[in-house]
């Protein structure tokens, strides 16, 4: 999420440059973009391109890359998983941005990207003193001197091992030819749906926090026709929104969020959709107008997503959604555009 967030503040920033600047800046990110780009692909770079990608550099991408300090060669990323866009932006700026895998139940990190050995959207290779497998089902097991012995729990941690001494780390991956290893989700964050489909949550919630109208969103639609979510408002996207809309009063609700804005927010919501399958697409969605927070226990002290609990604190305005669209053009889920009609709470 820092990661985003210095994203966004660097697009602010050439957003507000006189027009010329702002032109140079997205030429040269744009130039740095192909370069790596091409880098990554092994193909061939003609003298133009790396004439362009110098000029560009020392005009621009230099000047980027000093937000970090100056002194940075590259920067590491783990915990959840980033989009693939800020992976290819800090790369095209020449600051690469590494995805790694590890969890807290092994000392040893479990793989991670190399400055000479990358692979964008993966997290690597395997690091030394892990023994990784592929369970039928997906589920990446691990075994290794780093590896701990077991939860301290009354119930016994049998089930988190495997009779040949694997963990069972509850996370979804595969590995490509080349050895890197990419994951697809975690158990509690891979769903099926009332029609069969299987849906990485982890997926459909990166894609639509590319939205600059959205902070944080949790996705929710097992057992059910439709995925809806709850999502946190950018404040500084929704303070700009309000400046241009006055806003309505509802009842004792003098600062609702108008009705222009929801309509912008459904629109943002069915654009930053616009790459997943039908049936992966957000239908309806729970807004707040504050981020979560640790206090109402929607985050964990290191500022993780506490899915259940969100599940849990917003039941009845999820299940008034729920009701509002399945009972619309009985519930389509390939077809049906995001609902006008979003909650604000």
């Not at 010329?20 to 990554?40: D, F, H, N, P, V």
């Not at 097991?141 to 049998?158: N, P, S």
């Not at 889920?333 to 009609?341: A, F, G, L, R």
Request: charged share 25%; net charge neutral; glycine share 10%.
């Amino acid at each position: 999420r820092f990661y985003e967030k210095l994203h966004e503040g660097i697009a602010s920033r050439i957003k507000a440059m006189p027009a010329w600047q702002q032109w140079m800046a997205e030429k040269s990110i744009q130039t740095g973009l192909r370069y790596q780009a091409q880098r990554r692909a092994g193909q061939p770079l003609s003298w133009g391109l790396r004439l362009q990608h110098r000029i560009a550099d020392r005009l621009v991408l230099a000047k980027l890359r000093a937000v970090m300090g100056g002194e940075m060669q590259l920067m590491l990323t783990g915990s959840a998983a980033c989009p693939t866009h800020i992976l290819e932006f800090f790369h095209g700026i020449g600051l690469p941005l590494l995805e790694a895998y590890g969890m807290s139940e092994n000392i040893v990190p479990l793989s991670t990207n190399r400055p000479d050995d990358f692979r964008l959207g993966s997290v690597g290779k395997p690091l030394k003193y892990n023994e990784i497998r592929i369970a039928d089902d997906g589920e990446l097991l691990v075994k290794g001197a780093g590896v701990f012995k077991g939860y301290i729990e009354t119930t016994g941690d049998e089930d988190s091992f495997t009779s040949e001494g694997f963990f069972k780390t509850s996370d979804f991956g595969h590995f490509d030819e080349q050895g890197y290893l990419y994951l697809t989700g975690r158990k509690s964050e891979v769903i099926k749906t009332s029609t069969g489909r299987r849906i990485s949550l982890v997926r459909v919630e990166s894609a639509l926090r590319q939205s600059p109208a959205l902070d944080q969103v949790v996705a929710f639609g097992s057992g059910r026709k439709l995925l809806v979510a709850v999502a946190t408002l950018d404040g500084g996207w929704l303070q700009k929104m309000l400046k241009e809309h006055v806003a309505e009063t509802t009842g004792s609700e003098p600062t609702a969020v108008p009705s222009a804005v929801k309509a912008r927010v459904a629109q943002e919501i069915e654009t930053a959709g616009r790459n997943l399958t039908g049936y992966e697409r957000i239908r309806g969605c729970v807004l707040l107008a504050e981020p979560f927070s640790v206090l109402r226990g929607e985050l964990t002290p290191n500022l993780k997503l506490r899915r259940a609990a969100i599940e849990a604190l917003y039941r009845e305005p999820l299940e008034k959604l729920y009701d509002m669209l399945e009972g619309a053009k009985g519930g389509e889920t390939d077809s049906q555009p995001v609902s006008d009609e979003v909650l604000v709470i």
